[in-house]
């Protein structure tokens, strides 16, 4: 009798468990609809979804939630193991994103130079060990243009996820024995740890607070708090009246973030909290609500099943769409990149999710090993394609005699990229900083050489920096330059350059007797705008070749007023913005289409940047300025100062920066130009 009674009360108490364990919150699945449609609309370059990234923010507190519920419960019924828990994020997280990997690779091949190729295969070795976060942040910025064509790069999230569930099962076993009160303590402090971290590194290194686990654990463990209240009923509402309002305040939050964040948010700082809260309230209060019957609808429901394998496929459709189509792409090609990613997130889900994770068609022993023999092959692809640099005999065979003069030039790119020593400066030529190390060498140079050049600028200042190197006519030169290095940032309300204005002019007002003077440059595709403030450097060439941009005159006018405060201590040269061939001059293959034989600048840039010079002109004449101006068209001749092929040279190494042996061209006449300027003002 009583062991009928015993086996009664197992079998109820296992049912119980069961149907806790599985309850399904359909609610929790629309949630992540909510996640994934703002970041593939974001990551397609939709301009209402500038904040879509925080898409990413509200997966981690999802699955933070899911995962700390699944570890709670099995640990309160004795049932959690490691072992278990790791293959359960196994078979959900290696068969969708392994087949990703290897149907990418074949398009990779057929579609990007060694120099992309090269990046490709290194991504091919890091994603599988789940260490893609650290090559992504090696590489550039999340924000970086050049991100939206590598195909792989939105899988530093699953890094994040992964290196956070090695982690964090470890941290439940050990604090279990403990009371509440003791889990919550230690948490509570790691999360605010991470958010204090996030929110630091946020302001002094950006991408690393953006790619890494420390400063994106407590977006987890904002859905393991969630979690661990529901686990112990401390809801602390349930009246539902408030129930409605606090889960309809957490859908606002989202789409604020959504609708009003752009790249300029400081995310995963504090700003962060705003999503990620409306993404705790959801799953706190949104059950038996409006807003949990509006998400947890049947169309909402059936994005978010598929939503994991939309997230894998998006990104790559969206990269090859771009490098295919050079950036010369239309709404339409996106929108068809969204359909077929949902038609592949569906087969995905069916036929690959689904039987992965089902123990009864896959058993341990197969899954393991079809996860190992997949997972060598594809890093010893990647390994392969590193060690041959990006496969590049393979793409060398399929190229003529004059697409490998381009392929040439194109490998700087690969060397840029990697870090190689391919700058030779003297001894002093150095970057300036607010340091005691600058100041010393800078006080040594001129000791040694009497007083500096400065050179202010962007990247395009780097080209000027190297080709005047190469002239070996200059032996003290100052770089002040960076990311958005324009002084008109300095006016602007969100100032996102790098360079710090109000120190540098004091730098060189205190060090003007040390100073010969300074040489400002930019690229000038800055200076040309749509009616929406879209600039050409976003644009295709097929745009460049029909529409004539506006110039934007405001920023001029705030570059002239900060170069007049520098002019009033040192002698300023504004060294004109070079005509850019706007083609991918890194990619001999794409260059076909445009007449490789013939290849010359757009006649509509050609007149877009005689326009920049003719209102910098006007400018400098209208307010009386001392700043010389040195212009390299020449608007009589209708030439430019540089070719873009000279005997062999390709001189630009993509759409817009000078090559090396551009450079090597392009530095005498630099130096001409700017010696010319200086006799005329004596």
């Given at each position: 009798?009583?062991?009928?009674?015993?086996?009664?009360?197992?079998?109820?108490?296992?049912?119980?468990?069961?149907?806790?364990?599985?309850?399904?919150?359909?609610?929790?699945?629309?949630?992540?609809?909510?996640?994934?449609?703002?970041?593939?609309?974001?990551?397609?370059?939709?301009?209402?979804?500038?904040?879509?990234?925080?898409?990413?923010?509200?997966?981690?507190?999802?699955?933070?939630?899911?995962?700390?519920?699944?570890?709670?419960?099995?640990?309160?019924?004795?049932?959690?193991?490691?072992?278990?828990?790791?293959?359960?994020?196994?078979?959900?997280?290696?068969?969708?994103?392994?087949?990703?990997?290897?149907?990418?690779?074949?398009?990779?091949?057929?579609?990007?130079?060694?120099?992309?190729?090269?990046?490709?295969?290194?991504?091919?070795?890091?994603?599988?060990?789940?260490?893609?976060?650290?090559?992504?942040?090696?590489?550039?910025?999340?924000?970086?243009?050049?991100?939206?064509?590598?195909?792989?790069?939105?899988?530093?999230?699953?890094?994040?996820?992964?290196?956070?569930?090695?982690?964090?099962?470890?941290?439940i076993i050990f604090l279990w024995k403990y009371k509440a009160n003791v889990i919550i303590g230690i948490t509570l402090v790691i999360f605010i740890a991470s958010l204090i971290a996030a929110e630091l590194f946020v302001h002094s290194d950006r991408m690393l607070a953006f790619f890494m686990l420390p400063t994106r654990a407590w977006e987890l463990l904002l859905g393991f708090g969630v979690a661990f209240i529901e686990f112990h009923n401390a809801t602390p509402l349930s009246k539902l009246f408030y129930k409605n309002l606090l889960s309809l305040l957490g859908l606002t939050l989202i789409a604020y973030s959504v609708f009003y964040f752009n790249e300029n948010t400081l995310i995963p700082g504090v700003y962060a909290l705003i999503p990620t809260v409306g993404t705790a309230l959801i799953i706190m209060f949104s059950q038996d609500t409006h807003v949990g019957r509006l998400i947890g609808n049947r169309y909402f429901v059936g994005i978010g099943l598929l939503s994991y394998s939309a997230y894998l496929w998006h990104q790559p459709l969206f990269a090859f769409v771009r490098i295919y189509r050079f950036g010369d792409t239309k709404f339409g090609m996106f929108a068809s990149a969204i359909l077929i990613t949902f038609i592949l997130a569906f087969l995905t889900w069916k036929f690959v999710e689904k039987p992965f994770r089902d123990k009864s068609i896959l058993n341990l022993r197969t899954v393991t090993l079809s996860f190992v023999v997949s997972g060598l092959f594809i890093i010893s692809i990647g390994f392969f394609g590193v060690l041959s640099n990006g496969f590049e005999s393979l793409y060398k065979s399929r190229l003529t005699e004059t697409e490998r003069i381009f392929f040439n030039n194109a490998k700087e790119i690969s060397e840029l990229r990697n870090n190689k020593s391919i700058n030779n400066f003297p001894e002093c030529f150095i970057k300036y900083s607010e340091s005691d190390e600058f100041y010393q060498q800078f006080n040594n140079c001129f000791d040694k050489n009497g007083p500096a050049v400065v050179l202010m600028g962007d990247s395009?200042?780097?080209?000027?920096?190297?080709?005047?190197?190469?002239?070996?006519?200059?032996?003290?030169?100052?770089?002040?330059?960076?990311?958005?290095?324009?002084?008109?940032?300095?006016?602007?309300?969100?100032?996102?350059?790098?360079?710090?204005?109000?120190?540098?002019?004091?730098?060189?007002?205190?060090?003007?007797?040390?100073?010969?003077?300074?040489?400002?440059?930019?690229?000038?595709?800055?200076?040309?705008?749509?009616?929406?403030?879209?600039t050409l450097n976003h644009k295709s060439v097929d745009y460049a070749k029909k529409h004539i941009m506006e110039v934007d005159i405001k920023r001029i006018n705030k570059i002239l007023k900060y170069l007049n405060l520098i002019n009033s201590n040192v002698k300023v040269i504004w060294l004109a913005s070079w005509i850019e061939p706007r083609y991918p001059m890194n990619n001999p293959r794409k260059i076909v289409k445009y007449g490789i034989d013939n290849l010359d600048y757009i006649p509509n840039v050609v007149k877009m940047f005689s326009n920049i010079d003719q209102e910098i002109d006007n400018a400098i004449y209208d307010s009386g300025s001392e700043v010389a101006y040195i212009k390299l068209f020449d608007n009589r001749s209708k030439s430019n100062f540089l070719s873009l092929i000279e005997n062999n040279c390709v001189t630009f190494n993509d759409k817009d920066h000078l090559s090396s042996c551009g450079e090597k061209i392009a530095g005498p006449i630099f130096h001409k130009k700017i010696q010319n300027s200086l006799n005329s003002v004596e």
């Open positions: 009798m009583c062991s009928r009674i015993q086996v009664k009360f197992n079998l109820y108490f296992n049912i119980q468990y069961l149907l806790i364990m599985f309850r399904y919150r359909p609610e929790i699945d629309g949630l992540r609809a909510i996640a994934i449609i703002p970041v593939i609309f974001f990551h397609a370059g939709f301009e209402h979804f500038q904040g879509g990234f925080i898409g990413v923010d509200v997966f981690f507190v999802i699955s933070g939630y899911l995962i700390s519920s699944i570890i709670f419960r099995e640990l309160s019924a004795g049932r959690f193991t490691l072992k278990n828990f790791y293959e359960r994020r196994a078979r959900r997280i290696i068969p969708a994103l392994f087949l990703v990997l290897i149907v990418s690779f074949p398009m990779a091949l057929l579609w990007m130079p060694p120099v992309d190729m090269l990046d490709f295969s290194q991504s091919l070795v890091a994603i599988p060990l789940f260490f893609s976060n650290f090559l992504f942040y090696s590489e550039s910025g999340y924000f970086d243009s050049i991100m939206e064509v590598k195909p792989l790069f939105h899988t530093w999230s699953l890094a994040v996820e992964e290196q956070f569930y090695v982690l964090f099962p470890l941290l395009h200042m780097g080209n000027v920096k190297r080709a005047l190197s190469k002239t070996q006519k200059y032996n003290f030169i100052v770089s002040v330059s960076g990311h958005h290095c324009h002084p008109y940032h300095y006016y602007d309300e969100n100032n996102i350059s790098t360079c710090d204005f109000d120190n540098i002019h004091k730098f060189i007002k205190a060090q003007k007797l040390k100073i010969s003077f300074l040489i400002y440059n930019q690229l000038g595709s800055y200076f040309l705008h749509d009616e929406k403030k879209d």
